[in-house]
């Protein structure tokens, strides 16, 4: 029978020579090798050492590695313990398989693709809540909600244009005490604001009539807010449901209990 010509290539491993219509070509020193020989160990691969060392830091899941240079990659078919010394994965379900089950009848490919997924990275900057974090969250919101709900305002303020502010009031003596959350219109000077304020009995009782320009100061940061300001072009630092502090002009962040440097928005 005539050899068939430039079909397959001979085995380059010396003493072979052996004709092979599906040959192998070693992943690291690129010989061409029979089915016998395409083992790293079985034609004594330059790459060998090399090879395991690449592999030992791999983090590919289907790598199984034992001791010395000698690692395989795992077949991925139910009890199947074969593995090969390079990768052989299928185009479809990219699995991992041994050469005994490569074909998609053989380890009965699912047709999609089988990788597993990883989770996203967290984005930078935030951090998960904790379970505790999460109830306090949660608690101080369903509070914000019931304070809106029992707020004071004018009547005539329709519900898009409720400007919602948790209101203290600072004593004459210097002591800030909770009155109650109030609603305004967004589009409101914050001078008409403490004219509201200053009509209320509970105001009044706290801040006292004693002749004084009264203002209003952010609680967290200590800094007084300018009268003509409009409520809803306060932000960032006062926003609705911001909580606010009532009291003479004048006073600093210190009168406040706040460290730092007061001043107008």
């Known amino acids: 029978m005539a050899e068939l010509v430039g079909i397959g290539e001979h085995c380059q491993v010396e003493g072979c020579k052996q004709l092979d219509f599906c040959p192998w070509k070693c992943a690291h020193c690129s010989l061409i090798t029979c089915l016998e020989h395409k083992a790293m160990d079985a034609h004594n691969c330059s790459g060998l050492h090399a090879g395991a060392v690449r592999l030992e830091n791999s983090d590919d899941p289907n790598l199984i590695k034992g001791k010395g240079p000698r690692h395989t990659f795992r077949c991925s078919l139910g009890d199947c313990r074969g593995g090969e010394l390079t990768p052989v994965v299928c185009p479809v379900c990219h699995l991992n398989f041994c050469l005994a089950h490569r074909h ?26 904790t379970a505790e974090e999460r109830k306090k969250k949660t608690s101080s919101k369903l509070e914000i909600m019931k304070k809106k709900m029992s707020a004071v305002g ?5 519900t898009e244009a409720k400007f919602f502010l948790d209101v203290y009031a600072r004593a004459p003596d210097g002591n ?10 967004k589009h409101w000077t914050v001078s008409r604001v ?22 209003l100061y952010d609680l967290n940061s200590g800094r007084g807010v300018g009268h003509e300001a409009i409520l809803h072009r306060l932000g ?16 600093t962040p210190a009168d406040l209990g706040v460290e730092g440097e007061g001043a107008d928005k």
């Open 154 to 158: 004018e009547k005539t303020v329709s």
């Open 236 to 251: 960032p630092a006062v926003e609705s449901t911001s909580a606010v502090v009532i009291g003479r002009d004048g006073l």
């Open 194 to 215: 403490l004219q509201m304020l200053l009509e209320s009995e509970a105001v009044a009782s706290v801040v006292g009539p004693d002749g004084s320009t009264p203002r």
């Open 176 to 185: 800030i005490q909770y009155l109650h959350m109030f609603f305004f219109n």
């Open 104 to 129: 998609g009848a053989d380890h009965k490919c699912s047709g999609k693709d089988m990788r597993p997924t990883k989770a996203p990275p967290p984005k930078e900057g935030r951090q998960s809540m």
